[in-house]
T-cell receptor
């Protein structure tokens, strides 16, 4: 079935460091891909999305490119801030199952 | 984006009691709402999908008599945890979408603690 695999955390970085969180997927067809962010004690917020191959989603300095050839959607940010500390979830929308399928989440901790 | 609210944000109850959690779409009509459960430091597990005016569709392994879902209007869905036990303690999150293919908007979650 459709699935999402993302790198295990926690990821610990210093402020202004470069961030990459890897995400790969398995799906039939061409799913839409998403990154969600969850701050402590809160629900999920959509961070960015891409709906077709080679699309680049971007928001708040974060970027991710839909790579069909490598079935990947890695999240990147050039310079992280302490306020970026959160859990990040990669997800795909499975048309076959008609639902969002989430990765396990990656916790990011950014220190001053 | 659209706003989804949940109430209450936190609830503590005694074992054996029932707890109702509300999920509301505040500025759009949600034909479909989803209920998720999240264990500490883990991902979201879809429990059920509810379409307005019809019975909810439960994921495999989720007890429908334990987790009662009602989607009586286009802006409100409720999840009732019946005869709650400590193992039901968790973070429950709902999401809503206007129609199939649209983005889902998530509520802020409800933390349930069963003593």
């Amino acid at each position: 079935g459709d699935s999402v695999t993302q790198m295990e955390g926690p990821v610990t970085l210093s402020e202004e460091a470069f961030l990459t969180i890897n995400c790969t997927y398995t799906a039939t067809g061409y799913p839409s891909l998403f990154w969600y962010v969850q701050y402590p004690g809160e629900g999920l917020q959509l961070l960015l999305k891409a709906t077709k191959a080679d699309d680049k989603g971007s928001n708040k300095g974060f970027e991710a490119t839909y790579r069909k050839e490598t079935t990947s959607f890695h999240l990147e940010k050039g310079s992280v801030q302490v306020s970026d500390s959160a859990v990040y979830f990669c997800a795909l929308f499975s048309g076959g199952y008609n639902k969002l399928i989430f990765g396990a989440g990656t916790r990011l901790a950014v220190h001053p | 984006g659209a706003v989804v609210s949940q109430h209450p944000s936190r609830v503590i109850c005694k074992s054996g009691t029932s707890v109702k959690i509300e999920c509301r779409s505040l500025d759009f009509q949600a034909t479909t709402m989803f209920w998720y459960r999240q264990f500490p430091k883990q991902s979201l597990m879809l429990m059920a999908t509810s379409n307005e005016g019809s019975k909810a569709t439960y994921e495999q392994g989720v007890e429908k008599d334990k987790f009662l879902i009602n989607h009586a209007s286009l802006t409100l869905s409720t999840l009732t945890v019946t005869s709650a036990h400590p193992e039901d303690s968790s973070f429950y999150i709902c999401s809503a979408r206007y129609q199939q293919g649209d983005e889902q908007f998530f509520g802020p979650g409800t933390r349930l603690t069963v003593l």
